[in-house]
């Protein structure tokens, strides 16, 4: 069994009153790529900002690369793509490099300028996402698709070993779905990165991801996706609290 | 033409600030617009009127030497600032109630100020629509010196300054500390503001932050080509209404915000043309 990057136990977390996560025992291996589904308000966003140290758990333990999440400083090791990164200001004057090279403000820190070597890991973040073309281009001139390979380029500059995806898939036409999961593959496969993709698309991303972790204030599953995509539609619904249909895309 | 400008010192000094302020204002307005801040800049003047009345105000009464307006618009001005910081902080959800509450203030402030002068005439009338010949040497060093600071902060807080505007939120999870960042900036746009309202006056400065960006947005590729555009609109339209305004006699604030408007028309056509242009040549 690989190691263990991300592990929490035993997480508790409230906003006011209301639970939100409840005794979650979740844990990430280098290099597996896990779906994240659950409905809504079930604490997938919580998780994932926790994960991000924006929120303190109430109870419980979460270590990031062996340290304690209180103690991590290592941010640039996690990247994440925001579900709203694609709800930008699309009128915003930022060309394609512009944009990637925010990637690396606060890795180079206040008062110090980027160098030539940092515009080369744009260019090469910007490269594997297949946009090297559109650098000079303004974001906001390009399709939903291409600006979401650009979101993930910004994540991808700071070399993460870890890269967290909220809802990207939201929008995009089906085609570049198809694009995108390639996308995810091949930073998995060939450049190692481990992938923790949030999703309300279980069909899709069940065919995709090596694991599949199910979250409703519980962890109700947590296992390989091949198992997931077995589970009867009673047991989703239970999870779920509602009846649901899953549309499989076995490829 | 240009030779008047050389000749006499108000005219050198009045040039001169132009230059400077034809670039700080348009590179903080690449900001503030793109931000969508652009009436902070009118708020911000309008509490520099009151400061600058009370300025008036003083050296009616006191007489001249304790404050000039100058001074006591800048102060007033960051203040202002600050106050707008702050309202933004308390009303998150309606951040913009921020500028009509500190726009009024300024406006009430400035009437009482006004009032209690029983008017001011012709130096008021500067202060609202600009003059050609209101700087003094000692304003020209004063804001000589703002610009250093502005410039100087700007390149030094470019990127995360870059970064918040685009996408706060993505900045604030990378670790910027949007707070501070936001804190100054404002007040860099105060000092601006204080700068320019010589030439341009407290009714167009805003004119003076937001039109050059707006024409430059339709034109320019990325970030920093639309600062760079801005600032050589902003010169070319301060250069030109300081000189239309001198030999015409009309406060130079009209004048200048005239040839921002030419410009920003000529964009906006000239855009149009030229896609219309490529779509029939890639129909060809």
């Known amino acids: 069994m690989s190691e263990s990057i991300v592990n929490m136990s035993k997480v508790t977390f409230s906003y006011d009153d209301k639970k939100s996560l ?10 597996s790529f896990i779906g994240l ?64 090279s925010m990637g690396l403000t606060s890795k180079i820190g206040y008062f110090k300028f980027f160098r030539s070597a940092d515009r080369k890991k744009v260019y090469n973040a910007i490269e594997q996402v297949g946009m090297a073309s559109y650098l000079k281009e303004n974001v906001g001139d390009l399709s939903g698709g291409q600006q979401q390979r650009i979101f993930i380029a910004r994540a991808l500059v700071s070399n993460p070993e870890l890269l967290i995806l909220d809802e990207p898939t939201v ?19 060939k450049e190692g990165i481990t992938l923790l993709l949030v ?40 999870i779920y609290g509602h009846p649901l249909q899953v549309v499989t895309h076995n490829h | ?54 300025g008036l105000l003083m050296e009616k009464k006191v007489g001249p030497g304790i404050i000039t307006p100058f001074y006591s618009g800048l102060i007033s001005s960051v203040i202002g600032s600050v106050f707008i910081e702050k309202l933004r902080g308390i ?23 006004i009032a209690l002068a029983n008017g001011f005439n012709t130096d008021l009338y500067n202060y609202l629509f600009g003059s050609v ?9 004063s804001i000589m010196i703002i610009a250093i600071i502005v410039i100087t902060v700007i390149i030094l807080f470019y990127k995360e300054l870059f970064m918040l505007s685009f996408d706060e939120e993505h900045a604030v999870v990378s670790g910027i500390h949007a707070k501070y960042i936001h804190f100054i900036f404002i007040v860099l746009t105060a000092l601006v503001i204080a700068a320019s309202i010589r030439i341009v006056g407290v009714l167009l400065v805003s004119a003076l932050m937001t039109l050059p960006v707006a024409a430059s947005i339709r034109i320019a590729k990325g970030f920093k080509q639309t600062i760079l555009f801005s600032i050589i609109i902003g010169e070319i339209s301060v250069i030109s209404g300081l000189i239309f305004g001198y030999y015409f006699e009309i406060p130079p604030g009209g004048t200048i915000v005239m040839a921002l408007l030419i410009i920003l028309v000529g964009t906006i056509f000239g855009k149009k043309l030229y896609t219309k242009k490529l779509k029939s040549n890639s129909y060809a």
């Open chain 2, 133 to 141: 010949s209101a700087v003094s040497r000692q304003d020209l060093w």
């Open chain 2, 91 to 113: 009303y998150k959800a309606y951040q913009e109630l921020a500028i009509p509450i500190i726009l009024s203030g300024g406006v009430g402030f400035s009437v009482i100020f």
């Open chain 1, 199 to 238: 999703t309300h698309d279980i069909g899709t991303m069940t065919a995709h991801a090596t694991k599949v972790a199910c979250i409703n204030k519980h962890l109700h599953f947590h296992g390989d996706a091949k198992s997931f995509q077995s589970l009867d539609q009673e047991a989703l619904s239970t």
């Open chain 1, 171 to 189: 929008g995009v036409d089906a085609e570049n779905v198809k694009r995108f999961y390639d996308l995810l593959h091949h930073l998995n496969e």
């Open chain 1, 37 to 100: 589904v659950g409905p809504n308000g079930g604490g997938k966003t919580t998780l994932i900002k926790l994960l991000l140290g924006l929120e303190k758990p109430n109870s419980g333990e979460i270590t990031l690369f062996n340290t304690p999440s209180n103690k991590f400083k290592d941010w640039n090791k996690i990247g994440y793509v925001s579900q709203k990164a694609n709800s930008f200001n699309r009128g915003f004057p930022a060309t394609v490099e512009e944009v990637v």
């Open chain 1, 22 to 31: 409840d005794q979650v025992d979740f844990n990430i291996e280098r290099g």
């Open chain 2, 1 to 54: 033409m240009l030779t008047h400008f050389f000749e006499y010192e108000f005219l050198r000094n009045t040039f001169f600030t132009g230059l400077i302020i034809g670039i700080i204002a348009p590179l903080l307005g690449t900001f503030i617009v793109v931000r969508r801040l652009s009436l902070i800049a009118d708020a911000l003047s309008h509490v520099t009127l009151a400061g600058i009345a009370f």
